[in-house]
């Protein structure tokens, strides 16, 4: 079955730039059905949606986090990335990745990898 | 605060029939975007509980279902369960944000 699994530093220090790559196994990123999105969440805390992005390349970010975040997909090798500007400590978060579909929601979701922004 | 308000937390004996809000407006909800519901166990990343409203992806029990209603949808949990102690979030889109996906706060679920 599709299985996401993320990937990338676990510790960016402030005002650097985070990065995570999402790879989608058991199927293909291709599909014009679907899109594949970026969610975190704070310890503790809640979800935010980051980002989406349509294997076409069309993209979807949340407004308060706009002028920080580029996803691109990388059909050749089925991943998507995200890139995270300017993190601050209240960028530590449990990242998520996860496809997506507007009528069935997010599913499936990678495991989520921690990143610790931290000098 | 989060654009979809969800009750910080419910609480439910075994058997018992729990229900968790998730209240939105005219441009989320109300505007007649889908709700889908997620339940997240201790230590795990979030699982599709429903989609689409009402609809249960396969394997989920039907002791869990979905409802919505004007700006606001509701997950039921019947014959409550120990291993239904987690968190349980909305997700919808909102139009005044250019269509953004957005979350509920989340409801943390304690089985007494």
């Known amino acids: 079955q599709l299985q996401l699994q993320e990937s990338g530093p676990g510790l960016v220090k402030p005002s650097e730039t985070l990065s995570l790559t999402c790879t989608v196994s058991g199927g293909s990123i291709s599909s014009s059905s679907y899109y594949w999105g970026w969610i975190r969440q704070p310890p503790g805390k809640g979800l935010e949606w980051i980002g989406s992005i349509y294997y076409s390349g069309s993209t979807y970010y949340n407004p308060s986090l706009k002028s920080r975040v580029t996803i691109s997909v990388d059909t050749s090798k089925n991943q998507f990335s995200l890139k995270l500007s300017s993190v601050t400590a209240a960028d530590t978060a449990v990242y998520y990745c996860a496809r997506g579909d507007i009528l069935r929601g997010f599913d499936p979701w990678g495991q989520g990898t921690l990143v610790t922004v931290s000098s | 605060q989060s654009v979809l308000t969800q009750p910080p937390s419910v609480s439910g004996a075994p058997g018992q029939r729990v229900t968790i809000s998730c209240t939105g407006s005219?441009?989320?909800?109300?505007?007649?975007?889908?709700v889908h519901w997620y339940q997240q166990l201790p230590g795990t990343a979030p699982k599709l509980l429903i989609y689409g409203n009402s609809n249960r992806p396969s394997g989920v029990p039907d002791r869990f279902s979905g409802s919505k209603s004007g700006t606001s949808a509701s997950l039921a949990i019947t014959g409550l369960q120990a291993e239904d102690e987690a968190d349980y979030y909305c997700?919808?889109?909102?139009?005044?944000?250019?269509?953004?996906?957005?979350f509920g706060g989340g409801t943390k679920l304690t089985v007494l």
């Open positions: 997700q919808s889109y909102d139009s005044s944000l250019s269509g953004s996906t957005v």
């Open positions: 005219s441009s989320n909800i109300g505007a007649g975007y889908d």
